[in-house]
Nanobody, 113 residues
Framework: QVQLVESGGGLVQAGGSLRLSCAAS?????MGWYRQAPGKQRELVAT???????NYADPVKGRFTIAGDNAKNTVYLQMNSLEPEDTAIYYC??????????WGQGTQVTVSS
């Protein structure tokens, strides 16, 4: 069973920055972040493969940056120019080398206007 430990959420004013971290207990094929705002479905934010290939949702392109540290099995999400619309619970997601996926417990990000 893979364990995911998330950190870095919080409250920030619009235009501010936050960095999320997610550490996995083993080596993963792909790691990333999804988010779910109240009353909305969970949606993709960004992903990164072990080889460094990244993918971003359109609303966060140019503002968020995802990065991975393979040695630490950790993924980071640097969020800049945050907007109130970014308010959500952010979930770490991983896909193992065997193709199984795992979710973190979620961390709250709140952006005030």
């Amino acid at each position: 069973q893979v364990q995911l430990v998330e950190s870095g959420g919080g409250l920030v004013q619009a235009g501010g920055s936050l960095r999320l971290s997610c550490a996995a207990s083993g080596s993963m094929f792909r790691m990333g972040w999804y988010r779910q705002a109240p009353g909305k479905q969970r949606e993709l934010v960004a992903t990164i493969t072990r080889g460094g290939t990244t993918n971003y949702a359109d609303p966060v392109k140019g503002r968020f940056t995802i990065a991975g540290d393979n040695a630490k099995n950790t993924v980071y999400l640097q969020m800049n120019s945050l907007e109130p619309e970014d308010t959500a619970i952010y979930y770490c997601h991983t896909v193992s080398r065997m193709g199984f996926d795992y979710w973190g417990q979620g961390t709250q990000v709140t952006v005030s206007s």
